[in-house]
C-alpha cells in the first residue's frame, strides 16, 4: 500500500507559477511510475503529466506541454509538478497518483493508488 498527500496548491493570477508536491510513504516509491492528474468541475478527470521510476521519461498532455514539468526525488519519496504560465483553463482539484505498472501512462484506470488532491485556482 502507498499514501500520497498533495501539498502546493492555492490561488495564483494568470501567468503566475506553483509547485505541487506529492509526498508517499508506505511501500517502496521508487517502484513506482507516478502521475498527475485534474479534474475541473463538471468535467471528468484527466491526464496531466507522469515520469517513470528512475525519472528518465516524462508524458505530458498536449494542454500543459511546455508549461508543467513533472519530476522526482526518489531519495525524498516525492514527486512534484512545476506549473508555469498557468491559465484560468488550468483550475482544477490535482491529484497525484501510483501507477500500477502499465506502460499506459496516461490512462487513469492504470494507477492504483491516489492522493486526496490539491486545489488550483487561476484567476483571470
Known amino acids: 500500500q502507498v499514501q500520497l498527500v498533495e501539498s502546493g496548491g492555492g490561488l495564483v493570477q494568470a501567468g503566475g507559477s506553483l509547485r505541487l508536491s506529492c509526498a508517499a510513504s508506505?511501500?517502496?516509491?521508487?517502484?513506482?511510475?507516478m502521475g498527475w492528474f485534474r479534474q475541473a468541475p463538471g468535467k471528468e478527470r484527466e491526464f496531466v503529466a507522469a515520469?517513470?521510476?528512475?525519472?528518465?521519461?516524462?508524458y505530458y498532455a498536449d494542454s500543459v506541454k511546455g508549461r508543467f514539468t513533472i519530476s522526482r526525488d526518489n531519495a525524498k519519496n516525492t514527486v512534484y509538478l512545476q506549473m508555469n504560465s498557468l491559465k484560468p483553463e488550468d483550475t482544477a482539484v490535482y491529484y497525484c497518483?501510483?501507477?500500477?505498472?502499465?506502460?499506459?501512462?496516461?490512462?487513469?484506470?492504470?494507477?492504483?493508488?491516489w492522493g486526496q488532491g490539491t486545489q488550483v485556482t487561476v484567476s483571470s
Open positions: 497518483a501510483a501507477n500500477s505498472g502499465s506502460y499506459d501512462y496516461t490512462a487513469a484506470h492504470t494507477y492504483r493508488h
Open positions: 508506505g511501500r517502496t516509491f521508487s517502484n513506482y511510475a
Open positions: 515520469v517513470t521510476w528512475s525519472g528518465g521519461n516524462t
